[in-house]
Each structure stands twice: as C-alpha cells, then as structure tokens.
C-alpha cells in the first residue's frame, strides 16, 4: 500500500519517476516506509543515527571507531549480501529556539530576573532563530533481481522484498549499534515521505518545527555497493 504525503493529489515529482512509496503491515501495523524503483528494481529503507562528537575523541578511540565502521561495510560487501547499496546523506535542518532557550534556563547561576542572565536570555533569543542542526539518515537497498530466492522465502512481490528489506534493516540496526553509533530509528512512511518531498520540492511545505522537515539536501555521502 502507498502512504501518505508524496504523489498524492498531485504529479509525482520527475526526480521520483517509477517510484513507489510502499507501508508494509507487520503486527503492529505500518512500521518501515519502503521506496520502490521499478525501473531499477530496488526496494529502499531508511534509518536516521547520530554519534559523538567524532572529532573532539581521542586519537585512540577515533580510530577503534573507524575500524568499526569499516568492519560493517566490509560485512555489508560480503559475497551473497542481499544489500544493494547503502548510502548516508546529511541534512541540514532548522533548528528549534526553544531548545537552546530551555538549555540556557536550566544552567543559569544566577536568579532568572538578575541583568546578567536577561541580557544572556536576549542574545540566546536572537541566535535561536538563526540556529540549524544537521541529521545524518543511512538508506538501505535491496534489489529484487539480485535477491529472488531470498525474496521469494518471504513471499514474492513486493510484500517479499519489503520482508526481506525488514530484515536486513534490522540486522543493519544491531550493526549501527554495535559500532557505538545511536541509532533513532528506521522511518515510518510518512516521515521518509516528508524527507522526499522536503529533499526535492521547489515548494516545501509542513511547519518550521517539523523534525524531518529540512529545506535541502545539504551534502550527500559516499556509497557502498554490494558485488
């Protein structure tokens, strides 16, 4: 089934030509919003993470870091891997003014009433509506043509390939958290419609506050393809 908020009431941007936006049921319900390419025949999940401040680590952790990380691509590479490709994009998104505003209150050391701290209050009112924050989103792909036992083992079609994306999401989850990187979560699908039509609409639209609002794909990552 389809999901709302993309090609719906309206042409499905050029950029997304082909494309399906897919919400495959599991037990409790919608769960994984799914991109489908017909023309390249791959079925997409998407997953958000974060990490630490990379470069204030130590040299020492910087690097057992690093050869985690590399540990997973080279288990994504693998001979007979299911995965497609796995790509990382950073968004640059507008931030939220409460939040700094709320950080400041609960550090202050002084009376909120005292000269020093309205003076601070104004200057952090003024930056919060110039502040941005950067989310890092990791999407998966399979592709069906690569992957027919596979997907045939989860039922054929595309409640077979979404099944065997499920999987591979999952399984890429458990990595992500084994190489210390936070993972927020896979998209449902609405929120990986909001991120495709944030990414390439002329006319975005949604609220300020939305969290996967964002006005543009800001840098887009290197790929790693299987095979």
């Not at 719906?8 to 994984?32: I, K, V």
């Not at 968004?91 to 939220?96: K, M, N, S, V, Y």
């Not at 409460?98 to 701290?117: F, G, I, W, Y």
């Amino acid at each position: 089934g389809g999901a709302p908020g993309l090609g719906r009431g309206r042409y499905m941007p050029a950029a997304l030509s082909g494309c399906r936006l897919l919400a495959p049921t599991a037990a409790g319900g919608p769960c994984l919003g799914v991109l489908h390419d017909a023309r390249a025949r791959t079925y997409t999940g998407v997953i958000a993470v974060s990490g630490a401040a990379f470069a204030l680590l130590e040299v020492e952790e910087r690097q057992r870091r690093i050869a985690a990380w590399s540990a997973l691509l080279s288990s994504l590479a693998r001979e007979g891997s299911a995965v497609h490709r796995l790509q990382w994009v950073e968004r640059d998104l507008p931030g939220e003014p409460s939040e700094l505003s709320a950080h400041m209150t609960s550090c202050l050391a002084v009376p909120p009433d005292a000269p020093a701290a309205r003076s601070y209050a104004e200057v952090v009112e003024r930056a919060g509506r110039l502040t941005r924050s950067h989310q890092v989103l990791l999407a998966l792909s399979i592709r069906a043509d690569r992957s027919t036992r596979e997907i045939r083992a989860f039922g054929g079609g595309d409640r077979g390939a979404c099944g065997l994306l499920s999987r591979e999401i999952r399984s890429l989850q458990s990595a992500l958290f084994g190489a210390e990187i936070l993972v927020q979560g896979a998209l449902a699908p609405r929120m990986l419609a909001g991120v495709l039509r944030q990414a390439i609409d002329e006319w975005p639209t949604g609220t300020p506050g939305d969290a996967m609002q964002a006005d543009g794909v800001r840098a887009q990552g290197s790929t790693v393809s299987a095979g």
